[in-house]
């Protein structure tokens, strides 16, 4: 089975929520067809536990809390903090973020993602559209950061993350891991 694209996820539940008489925000949408990973069948699990979970209307707080999720945009504060060097910041976001619900192991993954997107930015300028996976604002920024970082920083805050993302799983507790995580991010930068 071939894995469906966000792209193409999104406009399918769209259709299904005006079929089930829902309104949701285009942000929970997509943060339900990202946590899919391309499988139809588990995004339409996730998008019927959003429909128990409302009164009628998604919110992106409600999926985001359903999903353990991060806000996207906090997320990215915490890298660029962690990339330029600003431990105490970096420190202060991954604790809030964890104190308001999100999985340190989620955050991680994120952290991820936003670094696949940086690097792919970075190599290509103009490379595909990743509106379906950032807002307007959050494009601009991570395309202007993408401009100040150097591709070996990039590989090098890859191999970090992914290194890390075991250590948050097997560690007795995941949050430390995660601090330890962006204080290497921070000191390699």
Do not use: C
């Not at 469906?4 to 339900?32: C, Q, R, W, Y």
């Not at 391309?38 to 959003?50: E, K, P, Y």
Request: net charge negative; charged share 20%.
């Amino acid at each position: 089975l071939q894995r469906v694209g966000v792209e193409v996820l999104i406009p399918h539940f769209k259709s299904i929520l005006g079929k089930e008489n829902v309104t949701a925000e285009d942000d929970a949408i997509t943060m339900i067809a990202r946590a899919a990973d391309g499988s139809v069948r588990d995004g339409l699990s996730l998008l019927d536990q959003a429909i128990a979970l409302s009164d009628g209307n998604i919110s992106a707080l409600q999926v985001r809390d359903m999903l353990g999720l991060a806000d996207r945009s906090r997320t990215l504060d915490l890298l660029e903090h962690a990339l330029t060097g600003n431990i105490a910041q970096s420190l202060d976001i991954m604790d809030s973020l964890y104190k308001n619900g999100a999985d340190p192991a989620v955050v991680v993954q994120d952290l991820l993602d936003l670094t696949h997107i940086l690097t792919r930015l970075r190599a290509v300028p103009d490379a595909g559209n990743l509106t379906q996976v950032l807002s307007g604002d959050q494009l601009e920024r991570v395309r202007n950061l993408a401009g100040k970082l150097s591709m070996p920083t990039l590989g090098k805050t890859w191999q970090i993350l992914l290194k890390g993302l075991p250590e948050i799983n097997e560690a007795p507790n995941p949050q430390s891991a995660a601090e330890m995580i962006i204080i290497r991010l921070v000191y390699a930068a």
